[in-house]
């Protein structure tokens, strides 16, 4: 069965505080995404990455910055946290240009207090 | 790329069939319609897919007449476990050839026993 696992279910940091939010996939799929979810906005794309060490922002990069050091890792960095980043992130990743399914993580709902 | 439409909310009763009809007028040549499903804390999952006709499978049938400017997602004799919000996705954004799902806010479905 094909998986993207999330780090953290739930999160609680302070502000200010560095936040690491963790995405593996074990499909060996090219592309991977992040999204943030937030009541009555849909899902709205933060960065992405199409291989290892390469990424492209997303409509909200603001306050996010990413790596991808293996293929099947992704992983989401609040440099500084603050209250408006509180939100639901998705993690998902997609095969090659023709693969157009999308595998999605459970989700870590992250609380900045 | 191809903007959507869709209502943002429905109500239906367990056993009914359902019709979610989302509108994609400028929608290219080589775009594919998807629909996925998302339960509260989770993270979308795919349902369906198709390019033109009809297309069914084990959970929904997509509608998609001849101009593909529309398509409808019907979901037979649903039940409370139906209960999601489902995104209609037409095309995408492409960077160095990849497939970036777009979402908009979704139809949040609501069965009533």
């Known amino acids: 069965d094909v998986k993207v696992t999330q780090s953290s279910r739930y999160l609680v940091k302070r502000t200010g505080e560095k936040v690491f939010l963790e995405c593996v996939q074990d499909m060996d799929h090219e592309n991977m995404f992040w999204y943030r979810q937030d009541p009555g906005l849909g899902l709205r794309l933060i960065y992405f990455?199409?291989?290892?060490?390469?990424?492209e922002k997303g409509d909200i990069p603001e306050g996010y910055s990413v790596s991808r050091e293996k293929k099947e890792r992704f992983s989401l960095i609040l440099e500084s946290a603050s209250t408006n980043q509180t939100s639901m992130y998705l993690c998902?990743?997609?095969?090659?240009?023709?693969?157009?399914?999308?595998?999605f993580g459970q989700g870590t709902r992250l609380t900045v207090v | 790329l191809a903007k959507t439409t869709q209502p943002i909310s429905m109500d239906s009763y367990e056993g009914q069939e359902v019709n979610i009809t989302c509108s994609h007028n400028?929608?290219?040549?080589?775009?594919?319609i998807t629909w996925y499903q998302q339960f509260p804390s989770q993270g979308p999952r795919f349902i369906i897919q198709?390019?033109?006709t009809k297309v069914t499978n084990e959970v929904a049938s997509l509608f998609i007449p001849a101009d593909r400017k529309s398509s409808t997602l019907s979901l037979p004799r649903v039940s409370l476990s139906d209960t999601a919000v489902y995104y209609c996705?037409?095309?995408?954004?492409?960077?160095?050839?990849?497939?970036?799902?777009?979402f908009g806010r979704g139809t949040s479905l609501i069965v009533h026993p």
């Open positions: 198709g390019y033109k």
């Open positions: 996705l037409v095309g995408a954004d492409t960077s160095g050839g990849s497939y970036i799902p777009t």
């Open positions: 998902a990743s997609t095969g090659g240009s023709m693969n157009t399914e999308a595998f």
């Open positions: 400028n929608i290219a040549t080589n775009d594919y």
């Open positions: 990455s199409y291989d290892v060490k390469m990424k």
